[in-house]
């Protein structure tokens, strides 16, 4: 292997192109993420995909969803937080609660506790904690096909 050869990123494969091979599939996670993002803010929104994508390990999603947060006017500060948002003191109270909600979500096996729940309700009414519950499994399945397809980041 030459040096020119080892400083090049590595280009890992695309397994399948999901999207052309189950249309349906596709086009019902689109819908039920259609359906999950109603009556939510697009930068809390932006944070939950983000933060469920990082504990995934989603590449794709990780470059899809910190380009839209930057388009719904999410700073770099906050994008480069996110990974230690319990740590920083740059989230609200109820973007604390839907994080502290994402990852119970998304490391479903370790549970969802009274105490992560409760928090939660009390910053979102009902529908709206509905349809945040509803985006959480929504990103946890983008990153499911994603990674097990190893979609290209760079490419949407």
Known sequence: ???QEIDQPVRIPQRMNFTSVAPKVFKAVLALDAAAREGLDPVLLELVQIRASQINGC???LDYHTGDARKA???EDRIHQLGAW???SLYTAK???ALALTEAVTRLPEGVSDAVYDEAARHFEEAELA?????IFTVNTWNRMNVTTR???GTH
């Open 95 to 97: 973007e604390r609660a």
């Open 73 to 75: 006017g999410e700073t």
């Open 59 to 61: 590449a794709y999603c």
């Open 1 to 3: 292997m030459t040096a």
């Open 131 to 135: 349809h945040l519950i509803a985006l």
């Open 151 to 153: 979609k290209t980041p």
């Open 86 to 88: 319990e740590e920083s």
